[in-house]
């Protein structure tokens, strides 16, 4: 399934990725309904990029048909996130801990300029789960999770941000963008071929 995001964000585009890029910024996270605060595995930032590997652990409960299928013990998975600096494309993976054979997750996203000096998420990523007969009402489930989990994420963002220009701490770097070309609307979604 392919799904296609545009989330406003209260942020510029700079002081937006400079949350994302920063590890303290996703302490906050766990403030999300049904995954813990994720644990940065990783970080490192040169030559034009930066790349961010974060743990996550699922804290919902299952239900039904996937309870007797997953363990929510074992629904873990590295969020694997790089980040062109120079144009501000970050591609973004998630890989099951457990599980890798049942769910794949790849995607783009863009901190593209909006009115007032905000910024919108356009974010598109193809979503594949593996589970006969099941595969495409987990992936609809999924989708919507991800739309929530994108929308408060933004929510966050503005509070971040907010918090960080009130204590007057990190400046925020400024980056040479390059203009994106134009995306599809916001709810494009298209089944899978």
């Known amino acids: 399934m392919k799904i296609t995001i545009d989330q406003p964000i209260e942020a ?4 937006a990725e ?6 303290a910024f996703y302490a906050g996270l766990g403030e999300l309904e049904g ?14 990029h930066a790349r961010m590997v974060l ?22 998975w590295a969020q694997e996130t790089d980040v062109d600096l120079a144009t501000g494309r970050t591609e973004v993976r998630m890989v099951p801990d457990n599980y890798a054979s049942l ?14 000096g905000l ?26 999770s991800i739309r929530q989990n994108v929308a408060d994420t933004a929510g966050l963002v503005g509070r971040y941000v907010a918090a960080q220009r009130a204590a007057g701490d990190k400046p925020v ?12 609307a916001q709810g494009d979604d298209e089944p899978a071929p």
């Open 103 to 116: 769910l794949s997750f790849a995607g783009w996203y863009e901190l593209r300029p909006a009115d007032g």
């Open 18 to 23: 400079a949350a994302f890029l920063d590890p």
């Open 173 to 184: 770097r400024k980056t040479p963008r390059r203009r994106p070309a134009a995306g599809r």
């Open 35 to 48: 995954i813990s605060a994720p644990e940065v595995r990783s970080f490192s930032s040169q030559d034009g």
């Open 119 to 144: 910024c919108t998420q356009h974010f598109e990523v193809d979503l594949r789960v593996r589970i006969p007969l099941l595969g495409p009402l987990a992936e609809r489930t999924i989708a919507d």
């Open 12 to 15: 510029t585009p700079a002081q």
């Open 55 to 76: 743990g996550y652990r699922f804290a919902g409960q299952l239900t039904g048909v996937a309870r007797s299928i997953l363990d929510p013990g074992k629904l873990t």
